[in-house]
């Protein structure tokens, strides 16, 4: 009897665990199919609209790891989806079940609930302030000083979604350290975190610097990671671009730390090995610098940086020059790099095939730099090419303004400028503008509305000055139409030699042959004028 009993309490016992255990394989297989399901978009409408959210929380709390891991991935799949999804994830209260859940279980649940959060913070700043309440800061920090680099990944992921939205400064010190780390995903997202914090203020970058991310993300830039190459130029970008109106001695010293660290010359090397989108943060970085000082701008040039950025202008779709608005030392730099006509080469071609605020937005960085550089011009035979009458009106009339500095003040300057044709230039300028606005006025007569139309104008008060340094009678050679007009007063004293000679005839008096003129003494010595 007792062994029957026992054998009968063996086989109830078998039953019970084999209920159990089915049990336990129909969530695991649900809720590894739901987690299936939720990584096609298609599927994410039905899903809430089966209410998924109420069947995924309880699980997060299972016994089973693997459920608990399955559950967090099909919630963070659904969250990723949209704003509105991370809205269901947050009133659901599920948040909090997952920041508690972070510091208890294994390293690849800690890796799903970090890309739940993730997945929330990223829409929005509302979202990524409801992550922040929920106590993740934290354990997302707690999960930097893992061992395994995937949570360490994972978690320094979050923080950069967080840090998109909302700077929070208290993550630097453990996430900065992690830019020596070996892992190159690992990394990726350090650098991207950083560059999040560091973008918000100044206060916040200053925070990164003091941080000691340099010399290393600087070590970055040659990473043999494209993602960790590209994240760590837009880290020192976000570093350097906080304007210097706001606190001009901090900004000045982040920049000059970038310089005091070997920075430029980093940047410069990353520019010339980029190519595409991954040279802009490069780019932008050098122009911030530049834009400083007069001493940043030089150590820039002294980098050889200007020869990377003009070749940026010809084979990329951003233009980022600040080198020449300080001295005229910097703008012959890019004068000779033959930047000018390839600013105006982007100016007066950008955009026609581009539609909306890009090409918009480079046209107008490209003309701010032109006139930025003509401003501080000097070089007269780099400012030659540009003096058209094709060259936009409002980049011409700063062209002409620079040769009416130069001219009058420098005797080889005058000259060159006529044997290289720059004169007559000057001439058929005046005359096209001053047909253009005679026709837009409606002035009677094309060649009075031509003469008098740019009176009062800048760029005709330019023209002046540079006229005022020459010769009357040199100005009007080179001017449009004087050939016509020397031909038509030879003309009309042919005919009226014919007519003279005709009247001669009628009278019966024939012409008397001319005599030579018997010439004094005293005018043979004098030289014979001829007058035109």
Known sequence: MAGSGAAAAAANARVIVSVFEKYQKERLQFVQTVADLASRESNIEALQAAGVMALLRPLLLDGVPAIQHAAALALGRLANYSADMADAVVDSDILPQLVYSLAEQNRFYKKAAAFVLRAVAKHSPELARSVVDSGALNALVSCLEEFDPGVKEAAAWALGYIARHNGDSNSVTFIAPLLANTDSKLRRQVCSALSQISKHSVDLAETVVDGEVFPGVLNCLKDSDGYVRKNAATLICEIAKHTPEVRQSIELN?????????????????????????????????????????????????AKGVPPLTNALVSESEDHIKIGRHSPDHAKTLADNAVLPKLLHILTSAGGGDVGETG??????????????LEKTLHLEALEPLLDSSTPANILKYVVAQFA???????????????SGGLQRIQEIANSLGRVGAAQTGAAGASEGAAGILNGTKIGEYIRVINECYPEEIVRYYSPGYSATLLDKIEEFSRAARGGSVTAMQS?????????????????????AVAV
């Open 405 to 419: 500095k130069i001219l009058p003040n420098n005797v080889a300057a005058r000259r060159a400028f006529v044997t």
């Open 254 to 302: 982040l920049a000059q730390l970038i310089v005091s660290s070997g920075g430029i010359a980093a940047v410069v090397d990353y520019v010339n090995e980029s190519r595409g989108n991954a040279m802009l943060p490069g780019i932008m970085t050098l122009g911030y610098i530049a834009a400083f000082s007069e001493t940043l701008a030089l150590s820039v040039i002294v």
């Open 360 to 373: 918009s937005d480079l046209k107008t960085k490209a003309k701010r730099a032109l006139k930025c550089i």
């Open 508 to 528: 019966g008096s024939p012409a008397s042959p001319a005599k030579p003129p018997v010439l004094s003494d005293q005018t043979s010595q004098q030289p014979s």
